[in-house]
């Protein structure tokens, strides 16, 4: 059984890797663009259509903006959403339980009109900025690391038969 799952999560990746080293543009523009898919599809509300405008409007590409929002929009949300939580709470140096039991409250309400009030904005603005550092350094290390990896497969002489 977790012989499978690994052979899954193997499968997905590769074929992520097969489709970014087959986009024809340069190493740096589908670098980038994958790294602004990374970034954009770890903020909530944002994803593949900000991704696909943004890339289009900063002149990266497009196809690999999109896959990297694809690959990050959604089934990270759980583990980025704690992750926010702790280091937002960190740098306004609140008590990331507290702030999580605040959201958690504000959502089973549903009241957002709260979301404009003083106390609301505290439990806000700390999620915000702790998505806000993960986004950065995900994108980053997403664009360093197809950046190399890009790289070192577009120099590998190709092999005609």
Do not use: E
Request: charged content about 10%; proline content about 4%; hydrophobic content about 55%.
């Amino acid at each position: 059984m977790i012989a499978r799952i690994i052979h899954n999560i193997l499968q997905f990746f590769k074929s992520i890797y097969t489709k970014l080293v087959a986009i024809n543009d340069t190493p740096q523009k589908i670098a980038q663009g994958f790294g602004l898919g990374v970034f954009l599809g770890i903020v909530p509300g944002l994803g593949p259509i900000a991704s696909l405008v943004l890339a289009t409007i900063l002149k990266m590409n497009r196809a690999a903006a999109l896959l990297g929002s694809l690959l990050t929009n959604t089934w990270l949300s759980v583990v980025t959403f704690f992750m926010a939580v702790k280091l937002g709470s960190a740098a306004f140096g609140i008590d990331w339980k507290n702030a999580c039991q605040n959201w958690k409250a504000l959502a089973a309400n549903a009241d957002w009109l709260d979301l404009f009030k003083l106390s609301a904005l505290k439990i806000a603005l700390p999620v915000m900025l702790g998505y806000l550092i993960i986004s950065l350094l995900a994108g980053l290390l997403a664009y360093l690391l197809s950046l190399t990896i890009i790289l070192t497969v577009k120099r590998k002489p190709q092999l005609h038969p």
